[in-house]
């Protein structure tokens, strides 16, 4: 079976005469590819190494200026508010009141009207009891009728003698002595007339009476009561108040004074009638500020005619403020307090920071009220850091959109 197959192979050699030796055998043309393929892969993945490290590299680059530039929330701006409330504590006075002393010392005789009576102007309260001072007119009214008659008597007398004056009878000087003496009878008589006039008129204190038409809010004596008189010997003996209409008087903090003019409406509340409001009208204010308080008192009027209203109570004045045109509102903590006064923090275009000072007129709690200082077209950081700068540079925090409500299956 061999020799079959290799002699002609052998005989084919054989006739050629060439021997080929394995020194003169050229290489392959596939090794030379091969050898340039893998030169150029190895190139390929050192170039493709060091982009990616560039690649690397930049993102490294690019997180770090990112997380280097610190991320700021815009406020919110609003603008004013249409119409604002305030309520401030305030109390109701009478609109008159009264206490009532004694004009002469003595004795309570009788009283008339107990506490809650009407009175009218004029009428009697009380009646006193003045021994002494009846006594006293008695001895002016005798005094005076004496010094009429030795009035009577100087000018009867001063008449003759000037009468004797004509006939020579008497010297000029005597007659003018008796002219005088009657003089100085009169003026005695006038001053005793003057007197009996005072005493009456204490008289008349003997019998307590109203000052104007009121109500009695006090009575603070009683029969055989020991009174002095004048309001520094004793106390009163009755209070009389005029309730028809009540005087409103209410502590105004001085951020609100301008806002509140004379005429102004207001509202009052009382404890005793919830839910009901009764009018009121502002009649003036005191025109100073008070440095204990910071406030203004203003004085408001209350029609209260069907006695619905008690003199004295406390309740709450509501104020309905209208509402500044030129004001913004903005969160408190977007505000920063450094030396020099208030200040925001706004995001120009270029997305660098800048301070600007402010002026707050009010705060409200959950905001507050911007009268100078912007437009409310500004970007205001909200919880500005304490490390901003003027000029840094700041990201911006876009929030992103909700994500719509999928329907229930």
């Not at 004013?80 to 206490?99: C, F, I, N, V, W």
């Not at 009996?196 to 009121?214: I, N």
């Amino acid at each position: 079976m061999v020799d079959v197959i290799d002699r002609p192979y052998m005989e084919s050699l054989l006739s050629t005469n060439k021997i080929h030796s394995p020194l003169t055998v050229k290489p392959a043309v596939y090794l030379k590819t091969t050898v340039a393929v893998i030169v150029a892969g190895a190139i390929g993945i050192v170039i493709g190494g060091l982009y990616e490290r560039l690649q690397d590299h930049r993102k490294l680059v690019a997180v770090a200026f990112e997380r280097a530039v610190p991320m700021v929330a815009i406020a919110r701006i609003d603008g004013p508010r249409d119409a604002e409330r305030l309520t401030l504590p305030g109390t109701l006075q009478a609109y008159y009141s009264a206490p009532i002393y004694a004009r002469v010392p003595g004795y309570l005789k009788r009283w008339k009207f107990d506490i809650g009576s009407r009175v009218k102007a004029g009428q009697v309260l009380a009646e006193i009891e003045t021994p002494e001072l009846d006594e006293q007119l008695k001895q002016s009214v005798a005094n005076l009728a004496t010094a009429r008659a030795n009035e009577k008597l100087a000018e009867v007398t001063a008449r003759r003698w000037r009468n004797l004056l004509k006939t020579g009878a008497v010297s000029l000087q005597e007659a003018d002595e008796k002219s005088s003496d009657h003089a100085a009878k009169k003026s005695i008589v006038v001053s005793n007339q003057a007197n009996v006039d005072h005493l009456r008129v204490l008289e008349s204190f003997k019998r307590v009476t109203a000052p104007f038409d009121g109500i009695v809010a006090t009575r603070n004596t009683d029969v055989g009561a020991l009174i002095n008189a004048g309001q520094q010997a004793g106390r009163e003996l009755f209070t009389i108040v005029d309730a028809h209409k009540l005087r409103l008087y209410v502590s105004v903090p001085q951020s609100y004074v301008n806002r509140i003019k004379p005429g102004m409406e207001a509202q009052v509340e009382v404890p005793e009638h919830p839910g009901q409001r009764f009018p009121a009208r502002l009649v003036g204010n005191a025109q100073s500020v008070n440095e204990a308080s910071g406030t203004v008192l203003m004085q408001l009027e209350v029609d209260n005619v069907k006695r619905t209203l008690l003199p004295g109570e406390y309740g709450s004045v509501v104020f309905s403020l209208p509402a500044n045109e030129k004001s913004i509102q903005i969160p408190p903590s977007a505000l920063v307090f450094r030396q020099g006064g208030t200040f925001v923090v706004i995001v120009g275009p270029d997305s660098r920071v800048a301070f600007k000072r402010v002026e707050v007129l009010h705060d409200f709690g959950t905001s507050v009220e911007i009268v100078s200082g912007l437009t409310g077209q500004e970007a205001v950081i909200n919880n500005p850091l304490d490390t901003l700068v003027e000029g840094d540079l700041v990201k911006i925090n876009t929030p992103a959109p909700a994500a719509p409500l999928q329907p229930k299956s």
